[in-house]
């Protein structure tokens, strides 16, 4: 009933629930778990650090870094795309995209593509930074944009997915769905696989379009809106999709965990599961953090719960990166934890700035990028290549 209440404070003048993905610890229902002493068993140092811009303060956004052939792109929300050499942190360029942005970038033939508040897509060049062209959609982007081939696609926070071309950033494609009156501020980013691109949505669907011209492929419900209001019918997809050589994994707030195939969206398993972050697979294990904080570890083929660590728990963490034998999430006091893959124990722990982290870490061979709200980007390597 009091997180009832509280959402509904959020109703008025916002197009999402902010306050769900960027609370401060004064803010909590529950009381965040207090940090416990661990013995350090993970070979992980810090590699290196970078001041990306002022972060994203209190917008609700979480832009993700990305990486391409060794090189890392962040941006924050004054504006500021940064490019960075994932090995010694060394930065390559810098530019100002002059207007606010609110995902992170998306990387691929020779672009450097940022989505805005006010519906700007704007694409640099990947080697310099240089402006290439900019355009508008309808409304404010959070994912990160992706590029395949010729086309970028952007989704906008109203629903409308974008097949943009990239010489020039003109429309080729527009597909358009509804999206409910309230839901969670942030939207789960395209994937694109086999020419396919799925999108997970406010209400509980996943839809796989033609990426050569938006087509619908078809479209599964993976959870169903459930409650008198608008709060309670909240289903969102928010986090990271992945695309597996043998399905496609997703989890809902206030809904379900869920493997689907990929040729036709036809369910393989669900387990009832809340989380406002993504998935992440490996091996014959589907990680995620549920809404409570608590880490799971699933059966890739079957959904059977393996292990549950609640140690840190109403911490607000991030989607569970793989980072070799270990899982890396980040929390709303900036705190990076590394943790056994095997149970869920921490391993190791680090803090980046003074504020919290909510985009998922991204792995990249031995290293790990952590970006946290304050503008504070770092690296962590297997001390073998940590400086």
């Known amino acids: 009933m009091k997180r009832a209440l509280l959402l509904a404070l959020c109703v008025a003048g916002l197009s999402g629930c902010e306050w769900l993905k960027g609370r401060s610890s004064k803010d909590n229902l529950d009381p965040p778990a207090e940090l416990t002493a661990f013995t350090s068993t993970a070979p992980v140092r810090k590699a290196w650090s970078q001041d990306i811009g002022d972060g994203i303060g209190r917008s609700g956004t979480h832009p993700r870094p ?26 390559r360029w810098s530019v100002d995209a002059a207007t606010r942005l609110s995902s992170g970038p998306g990387v691929g033939s020779g672009l ?72 969670l501020r942030g939207s789960a980013a395209p994937v694109v696989a086999d020419g396919a691109v799925y999108i997970g949505y406010d209400n509980g669907k996943v839809v796989a379009l ?114 070799g034998d270990y899982l890396v999430v980040g929390d709303f006091e900036g705190y990076v934890h590394i943790l056994a893959r095997t149970d869920g124990a921490t391993a190791e722990r680090f803090q980046v700035g003074d504020e919290g982290i909510r985009a998922a870490p991204l792995v990249v061979g031995d290293h790990v990028v952590v970006a946290s709200v304050d503008g504070q980007m770092a690296a962590f390597a297997l001390a073998a290549n940590a400086d």
Do not use: C
Not at 268 to 286: H, P
């Open 66 to 91: 990305v990486e391409a052939d060794g090189v890392v792109y962040a941006s924050d929300l004054e504006g500021s795309v940064v490019a960075v050499d994932l090995a010694g942190g060394k930065r």
């Open 210 to 323: 033609n990426l050569a011209d938006g087509a619908l492929r078809w479209e599964q419900t993976i959870a169903s809106p459930n409650g008198r209001t608008e709060l309670e019918r909240m289903t969102d997809i928010d986090g990271e999709m992945v695309v597996g050589d043998d399905a496609l994994f997703v989890v809902t707030y206030r809904g379900q965990a869920a493997a689907l195939t990929r040729d036709g969206g036809r369910i393989l398993w669900t387990r009832d599961m809340s989380a406002y972050t993504g998935i992440s697979v490996a091996g014959d294990t589907v990680y995620l953090t549920d809404a409570d904080g608590a880490l799971w570890a699933l059966d890739r083929r079957s959904g059977s719960s393996q292990w549950k660590q609640e140690a840190l728990a109403h911490r607000w963490l991030t989607t569970p990166s793989v980072f």
């Open 112 to 183: 450097v593509v940022v989505g805005g508040l006010d519906g700007d897509v704007i694409a640099l060049d990947r080697e310099t930074g240089a402006a290439r062209w900019a355009t508008k959609v309808s409304s404010e982007v959070l994912a990160n944009p992706v590029i395949e081939g010729d086309l970028v696609v952007v989704r906008s926070n109203d629903g409308r997915v974008f097949g943009l071309k990239v010489a020039d950033g003109s429309r080729q494609w527009l597909f358009d769905r509804g999206v409910p009156l309230i839901s």
